[in-house]
């Protein structure tokens, strides 16, 4: 391959679709590929040209426009156009224009097709079969548990190896200063494959066998052999070993055929560490199931506030293991409403049984389900209609102290707004909250709504749970038919706008500690569900959930067909890539945020969240639209 096709071949390789190609695929675009320079003004494509290539901007920026003439799409380095035309009639339809001095690369249209048929990742990337945003959410799509998950991820050090030579007393010496339960014992290769391991200094041998705990115990302690008996003597052979690749499900099954408690783990020949059968218990139980069962058990809240280090190894292992935000959002509010609930217990253990009737109510992300390991705490009570301040207050404000204090030691910070139900105005009897209910729906302002938007997202988390269903219930009544209202809630929805300039490059926050990072929950997955919010409000739907609300909302003539399922995966997309760096963030000991560094990203995922935050756009756009404020009456 000459110079020239090299560079061409590294500068594909660095973007999608091209990114995930064979290397006999790439060498192929490369070596086929033609070059064009179009100056800034000049058409690139008019409607109804003949194209038989992909195009694609090797530098520079282009504009794609509609039939109408308006923007449609700018496109820079590393994107690609044209596909849509191909895949067609061969006849451009969006025509394209150079904003900037632009290089493009031809893909010739046999090459096109050929990459669409033998590779699926392109295929999908072009819309042959789905659209990006949905391919790029489905690729990810894992299934955590024993089956899927490999055995190297219980290995955390390596083995205790022994020579066959040494003595049962150097053995246990070397056992308990590595804090082991076992240790591997090598011999000379004895020539057979099955058994030959590379020792640490690099030489072959042989694996005869393990020690364990109870091996010293059963073979040297009760039988009274000497401590200077060698280990030769006491080890039994052959051994059971697994690759580290291997599924914990066909650890689990080796070691209950073969009726083990310790199980050698080798890459390839070379011993990597010893799984006991308590690691894959352990693994198992570092779930928000077990993280519920103890939560449950724990007698105060500094036992509770101990508990954070357990809730962010569960959250690091369902993103490891490939769970969706959907399954780590349920599981995050289920583990939160578990720790209210307990410290309500507790509470009330302390201050006595209540004086009336009440319902804790969740709002915001616990009550869409929808929590990460970044979260503060919403929440209020609603208490029974025969609540007296004067009588009754007092207990329902240290009750409120109570929760919301034990929620903010165990890594739920406090609301900087004040929505909790520490604060009086949000710890109030059933009939004013419906009254709060029908004033911000009959009397709506944009500015009266904006502190306020976060109440139409509640959930009833313990007590009557009757009181926070009659909210919704009124809710879902009164909003459809308050079209003022709905336009108020959609003017708000549109003020987080997602980060994307003029030509579509990512816009940075400017404001220190994040300096030139993206808040992916407030400029993607807040402004995201705010409006799938506004249009759950206009059909009535009861759901919480943003995904559950979009089910809802696809039932009804709100949105565009198939508009439901694009802001799904890319509601979707920009979650998971906000949960992941959240994980990462975790992993190297760093305090978790909302904010990612595109650089810090793969070109793939730049160009799927600039495809999802221009849905988010689109879909911003539409909701001014959709819910326009009603004319006055003269």
């Known amino acids: 391959m000459d110079s020239e096709a090299l560079e061409i071949r590294q500068h594909l390789a660095r973007f999608p679709p091209f990114e995930g190609l064979t290397d006999a695929l790439l060498d192929l675009v490369a070596e086929s590929v ?34 109408g003439g308006a923007l449609l799409n ?21 025509p394209v224009k150079a904003i900037e001095d632009t290089l493009v690369y031809l893909v010739p249209d046999e090459i096109f097709r050929r990459l669409g ?11 042959l079969d789905r659209p990006r945003l949905q391919s790029a959410v489905e690729k990810r799509g894992g299934d955590a548990g024993l089956a899927t998950t490999r055995v190297r991820k ?44 590379t020792a640490p200094e690099g030489t072959q041998a ?35 070993t697994i690759q580290s690749d291997e599924t914990l499900q066909e650890a689990m099954l080796c070691m209950l055929r073969n009726n083990l408690q310790h199980l050698p783990v080798l890459h390839r020949r070379t011993p990597v560490g010893v799984l006991h059968i308590s690691d894959i218990i352990r693994h198992q139980t570092h779930t928000s199931l077990y993280l519920v069962e103890r939560i449950f058990s724990q007698g105060s809240p500094q036992a509770l506030a101990r508990l954070l280090p357990d809730v962010r190894e569960a959250f690091v292992r369902m993103v490891e293991e490939g769970a969706d935000s959907q399954v780590i959002g349920s599981a995050l509010s289920t583990i939160g409403r578990s720790f209210t609930r307990r410290l309500l217990e507790l509470g009330e253990a302390e201050l006595g049984p209540p004086p009336v009737p009440y319902c804790f109510m969740a709002l915001g992300s616990m009550a869409r389900n929808e929590q990460t390991i970044v979260t503060d705490q919403d929440n209020a009570l609603v208490l029974d209609d025969s ?47 419906r009254e709060y209910f029908i004033d911000w729906i009959g009397q709506p302002t944009p500015e009266r709504l904006l502190h306020s938007s976060i109440f139409f997202d509640l959930d009833s988390v313990s007590g009557e749970e009757a009181f926070v269903v009659a909210l919704q219930d009124l809710v879902a009544e009164r909003a459809p038919r308050s079209p003022l209202f709905l336009a108020a809630m959609a003017r708000n929805a549109g003020n987080r706008t997602p980060p994307l300039g003029f030509f579509r490059n990512f816009v940075m926050e ?104 221009q849905l988010l756009s689109d879909a911003q756009k539409f909701l001014q639209f959709r819910y326009p404020i009603p004319a006055r009456r003269s």
């Open 34 to 67: 033609d070059v064009a320079y179009f100056k800034a003004g000049s058409e690139i494509l008019e409607r109804e040209q003949t194209i038989d290539a992909l195009y694609y901007i090797r530098s520079g920026a282009v504009e794609v426009y509609r039939r």
């Open 74 to 94: 700018r496109l820079e380095e590393g994107d690609i156009f044209g596909h849509f035309s191909l895949l067609r009639n061969h006849r451009v339809h969006f």
């Open 117 to 127: 048929t033998e590779d699926e990742q392109f295929a999908d990337f072009v819309e």
């Open 154 to 197: 219980l290995i955390s050090r390596p083995p205790v190896m022994v020579d066959a030579s040494v003595t049962v007393r150097d053995a246990a010496t070397r056992m308990t200063a590595s804090h082991a339960t076992s240790v591997l014992v090598l011999g000379e290769e004895d020539g057979n494959p099955r058994y030959a391991v």
């Open 206 to 240: 042989c694996l005869l066998g393990v020690l364990t705990d109870a091996d010293f115990r059963s073979r040297v302690v009760a039988e009274g052999k000497p401590p200077e008996t060698p280990v030769s003597e006491i080890v039994q052979g052959p051994p059971t």
């Open 387 to 433: 609540f007296d301040p004067a009588r009754h207050d007092e207990y329902f404000a240290a009750l409120g102290q109570f929760v919301s204090d034990g929620l903010a030691a165990c890594g739920y910070s406090y609301c900087t707004g004040g929505i909790m139900a520490t604060n009086r105005e949000w710890r109030q009897p059933l009939r004013v909250w």
């Open 510 to 613: 400017k404001d220190g500690k994040q300096n030139n990072t993206i808040n992916v929950k407030r400029r993607g997955t807040a402004p995201m569900t705010d409006l799938i919010r506004v249009h759950a409000l206009a059909c009535g739907s009861t759901a919480q959930n943003s995904f559950d609300r979009l089910n809802d909302i696809a039932r009804t003539d709100l949105l565009p067909s198939g508009v439901s399922d694009r802001i799904r995966y890319a509601l979707e997309l920009i979650s998971m890539l906000r949960i992941r760096h959240q994980a990462i963030d975790l992993q190297r000991d760093h305090p978790p945020t909302n904010s990612i560094e595109p650089e810090n990203i793969s070109p793939a995922e730049r160009h799927n969240l600039k495809d999802a935050f």
